[in-house]
Nanobody
Framework: QVHLVESGGGLAQAGDSLTLSCTAS????????MGWFREAPGKGREFVAS??????????ADFLKGRSTIYRDNAGAENTLWLQMNNLKPEDTALYYC????????????????WGKGTLVTVSS
């Protein structure tokens, strides 16, 4: 079982930058590929980004390409995942979730076995 805790959300203005982080504790050999998803008010869960177990490969949703980076650190006892978002837009307002346990990079929520409780990002115009 992997326990995920997100942090780094908060209030931002359009054009600002935020870096979300996710700490994965538990069985390190079960962390696997990790990802970020988000849920905006009144909308369903949306894929944001995914990164391979090694961290060498990643996939960003089109709306983040060019203004975001996903990366991870597997060196310590806990795996840590980050999502750096630049040039934030009001439409980025959402609850951001970290997920782990996928076999590879994927945008499918059902492929992930563990989920955090989310961190809220609110962007004002």
């Amino acid at each position: 079982q992997v326990h995920l805790v997100e942090s780094g959300g908060g209030l931002a203005q359009a054009g600002d930058s935020l870096t979300l982080s996710c700490t994965a504790s538990g069985r390190s050999d079960s962390v696997g590929a990790m990802g970020w998803f988000r849920e905006a008010p009144g909308k369903g869960r949306e894929f944001v980004a995914s990164i391979s177990t090694s961290g060498f490969n990643n996939w960003l949703a089109d709306f983040l390409k060019g203004r975001s980076t996903i990366y991870r650190d597997n060196a310590g006892a806990e795996n840590t995942l980050w999502l750096q978002m630049n040039n934030l837009k009001p439409e980025d307002t959402a609850l951001y979730y970290c997920a782990s346990g996928a076999g590879g990079i994927t945008s499918q929520p059902t492929s992930y076995k563990s989920w955090g409780k989310g961190t809220l990002v609110t962007v004002s115009s």
